[in-house]
């Protein structure tokens, strides 16, 4: 008799109770009975994580599977995209003009977000928590009938590689320097990039309204580290701006035109999309949601996708400022809608002619050993901590972005210690569910999310056992918070401060435990009621207290270099002539980072 072969049932990543139990064909009633049992108090309406519904499902005697297609195929990376694109403009084929994709980079402080904000009219700045851009964006902006593409990177120095990733999608950097006050270490290592990667520039002297603005300093600066203006001979457009004031705005968005048509931007809108994934996100009303800069070709409405493991379909298209477009070209960032998980920042998307090979060739190679399990553990391998002396901060991360988690994790890598350290228990983007909670409950791990808020079952699940969640939407408060308990871990330590030295002339009493000396302060003081240590010919006897300090035979608090005194030792060492007493303060403090 052949035996019959059970299908297994597929599971969304995020289910409502009503509907795990639609899928399962079993009474809700049974479901919920099955999720208290596992110590789950959710209601119908509520939603539950895939990995709750495996087990309840399991339990249950049903077999299920998730209903995305995920996997870590030999997709097209960055590099070769650039190969692609390079091959495109020396075959000079189907080639029509493009926008120009522009990133703004510079030292923290030296207004690149004023200037964001000058150039798209918007207040750039109120949106954003913290004053710091967060994620990756961008939008574009219509000069003389040109379009420009803007790719807006984060600006602080922490965020060096999400604003390298910028810097690698555009065709020209504006390189902010502030007139007031000048090259600083960041705007150099901004220099040094644009070098490396060979990034046509255009500079934007800021801040000329400032009363010490000094914008001839600033060229000098700039010549001295091989970036000539072309005004002092050399081959760089500058341009001279107040982004507050909104001073030489068009002025730089001219020169932005300039380079480039001299640039002679193309691509092929004919083929095929290829583009990169500047953001990724999980909305509550939308799913998952992909900004995507299209490089070359057309993407489409309805058409097939393959953005790093994930295969799709784009339902929707949407231009940065949310209306629907049925297509988007070369240079246009577009917000793609419909695929059925979040991909990763850097992935590439690209048009894809036969959705079922392709969902087909990704589950093979997920088959080999190459899928999201393996990639993501050997990820937890590099982060967890080999010496088991360090005390460890258990911490499971969820941000709304992986741009978010790529900056954190950057941020919170500079914190060096001997003593503590993190141990990531888990990484991801999207909600804090109950896998986190039960995870979190296991490992002794605070749950952090940023931008990331917890499903209700979750967060009942996390009170019934005492799960501590926190949540932040800047993300130096959330750093500041790991900071604080890293340090809270190291306890305290004893600090000795030194505060003089006395030479030994004569010793006038000798008690059990007490004894009355006289000498001359040779350094420093000696201070009444502080600790006194012995020293003889450089090697310490001991130690004891000083109780009583008199100059003259009167009291007093302490006695200053040069001026002989009388001191009371309270202590077990016995004191002798041309003996050395060193007195000094201590005190119990807390260690900090």
């Not at 939407?473 to 809270?488: C, W």
Request: charged share 30%; net charge negative.
């Amino acid at each position: 008799m052949e035996e019959i072969v059970k299908e297994k049932i597929k599971i969304p990543s995020l289910v409502t109770v009503k509907r795990f139990a639609e899928l399962l064909g079993l009474p809700i009633v049974e479901v919920i009975k099955e999720l208290m049992k596992n110590k789950i108090l959710a209601t119908i309406n509520d939603e539950i994580d895939f990995e709750t519904a495996a087990v309840i499902a399991s339990d249950l005697g049903i077999e299920t599977e998730k209903d995305i297609e995920t996997s870590d195929s030999g997709a097209m990376t960055l590099e070769n995209l650039d190969e692609i694109l390079k091959k495109e403009k020396g075959s000079g084929k189907n080639l029509q003009h493009r926008p120009p994709v522009v990133t703004i980079l510079g030292h923290v402080d030296h207004g690149k977000t004023t200037l964001l904000d000058a150039i798209r009219k918007t207040s750039v700045v109120e949106k954003e928590a913290g004053g710091i851009t967060q994620h990756i964006s961008a939008y574009q902006v219509k000069k003389k009938g040109e379009i420009i593409t803007f790719v807006d990177t984060p600006g602080h120095e922490a965020f060096s590689s999400m604003r390298e990733r910028g810097v690698s999608l555009a065709d020209i950097a504006i390189l902010v320097v502030a007139a007031d006050d000048g090259v600083r270490p960041q705007t150099e290592e901004v220099i040094q990039y644009l070098k490396e990667k060979k990034i046509p520039m255009v500079v934007a002297i800021n801040k000329i309204d400032k009363p010490n603005a000094n914008p001839q300093r600033v060229k000098q600066e700039l010549a001295d580290r091989e970036i000539m203006i072309e005004e002092w001979g050399g081959n760089v457009v500058s341009a001279e701006i107040s982004a507050k004031q909104n001073i030489g705005i068009d002025e730089l968005l001219d020169m932005i035109l300039l380079v480039a048509e001299v640039e002679d931007l193309r691509a092929d809108n004919k083929r095929p999309p290829l583009g990169v994934v500047i953001e990724s996100r999980l909305d509550p009303k939308k799913g998952n949601i992909a900004t995507v800069l299209v490089r070359t070709g057309t993407l489409k409405e309805g058409q097939d996708v393959a953005a790093g493991s994930i295969v799709g379909r784009v339902r929707r298209l949407e231009d940065f400022k949310g209306r629907q477009l049925k297509e988007a070209g070369p240079s246009t960032p577009v917000t793609v809608i419909g695929l059925n998980s979040a991909p990763n920042v850097n992935d590439v998307l690209q048009g894809v002619t036969d959705l079922k090979a392709a969902k087909v060739a990704q589950k093979e190679m997920q088959a080999g050993g190459f899928g999201e399990t393996k990639k993501f553990d050997s990820r937890q391998m590099m982060k967890t901590i080999e010496n088991e002396n360090i005390k460890k901060l258990n911490i499971i991360l969820k941000t709304d972005v992986q741009g978010s988690l790529e900056a954190i994790e950057q941020i919170l890598g500079t914190i060096k210690s001997d003593e503590v350290g993190l141990d990531y228990i888990k990484q991801g983007v999207g909600d804090i569910t109950e896998s986190d909670v039960k995870l979190g409950q296991n490992s002794k791990a605070v749950v952090f999310g940023f931008n990331s808020q917890p499903t209700t079952v979750a967060k009942r699940l996390a009170q019934m056992n005492n799960v501590e969640i926190k949540t932040y939407r800047v993300i130096y408060e959330l750093v500041d918070e790991i900071k604080k308990r890293l340090s809270d871990m190291l306890g305290e330590e004893i600090v000795r401060t030194d505060l003089g030295k006395l030479k030994v002339l004569a010793v006038f009493m000798t008690g059990k435990k007490d004894m009355i000396v006289g000498g001359k302060v040779t350094s420093g003081k000696m201070a009444n009621k502080e600790n006194i240590e012995v020293l003889r010919e450089e090697k310490s006897l001991g130690r004891g207290k000083l109780i009583n300090l008199q100059q003259n035979k009167v009291n007093v608090d302490e006695v200053k270099e040069g001026v002989e005194c009388g001191i009371t030792f309270l202590g077990e060492t016995k004191i002798k002539e041309g003996d050395v007493l060193v007195c000094f303060h201590e005190e119990v403090v807390k260690k900090i980072l």
